[in-house]
T-cell receptor, first 115, second 114 residues
Framework: KNQVEQSPQSLIILEGKNCTLQ??????????LRWYKQDTGRGPVSLTI?????NTKSNGRYTATLDADTKQSSLHITASQLSDSASYIC??????????????FGTGTRLKVLA | GAGVSQTPSNKVTEKGKYVELRCDPI?????LYWYRQSLGQGPEFLIY????????DSGLPNDRFFAVRPEGSVSTLKIQRTERGDSAVYLC????????????FGPGTRLTVL
């Protein structure tokens, strides 16, 4: 069982609509949670990063929320655009005993925005 | 360049061959990471460099995989005796300082082992 689970696996919406992507994690201890956007054939690009003390973080039309108690995060996309079509990946970082951090990636949600 | 670059963009090889994948991080970034991404999956951590040294290589799947960063900038991921299961996109990322900082990813190298 993956320590970072995302839902839905894929999503199709019409341009202009809003959507919410979910990320549930079991990683403990936990340092921070990041959302990335990955266009097809490209590397991931960071959208937001939140520590356990932050509840929400916005980046333009993207708003991420975090509930560290329930270990859940969501990414809300407002007024979707065709260019939002991509995979959205949730990443949780975990401090290790050796002083480094381990980054645990979810499998992503593939979003398709239709005109 | 402005971003992380990786070469080649695509590599097709035969089972059993040796391959090298190159990563040029953003200038001045001291941390460098290698990930492997299979189709439909999220990236999987392989190795993390801080400067010239591998600070964490716990993600390397076996001893056929090796990575170097001799001068603290460019890194090469080396795979010996390639297997069909090694086929994936290999992503490189760099960050300015430590692991808490934002990672900037390259476009990846798509490796296909026939």
């Amino acid at each position: 069982k993956n320590q970072v689970e995302q839902s839905p696996q894929s999503l199709i919406i019409l341009e202009g609509k809003n959507c919410t992507l979910q990320c549930n994690y079991t990683v403990s201890p936990f340092s921070n949670l990041r959302w990335y956007k990955q266009d097809t054939g490209r590397g991931p690009v960071s959208l937001t990063i939140m520590t356990f003390s932050e509840n929400t973080k916005s980046n333009g039309r993207y708003t991420a929320t975090l509930d560290a108690d329930t270990k859940q995060s969501s990414l809300h996309i407002t007024a979707s655009q065709l260019s939002d079509s991509a995979s959205y990946i949730c990443v949780v970082s975990q401090p290790t005993t050796s002083g480094t951090y381990k980054y645990i990636f979810g499998t992503g949600t593939r979003l398709k925005v239709l005109a | 360049g402005a971003g992380v670059s990786q070469t080649p963009s695509n590599k097709v090889t035969e089972k059993g061959k040796y391959v090298e994948l190159r990563c040029d991080p953003i200038s001045g970034h001291t941390a460098l990471y290698w990930y492997r991404q299979s189709l439909g999956q999220g990236p999987e951590f392989l190795i993390y460099f801080q400067g010239t040294g591998a600070a964490d290589d716990s993600g390397l799947p076996n001893d056929r995989f090796f990575a170097v960063r001799p001068e603290g900038s460019v890194s090469t991921l080396k795979i010996q005796r390639t297997e069909r299961g090694d086929s994936a996109v290999y992503l490189c990322a760099s960050s300015l300082g430590g692991q808490k900082e934002e990672q900037f990813f390259g476009p990846g190298t798509r490796l296909t082992v026939l």
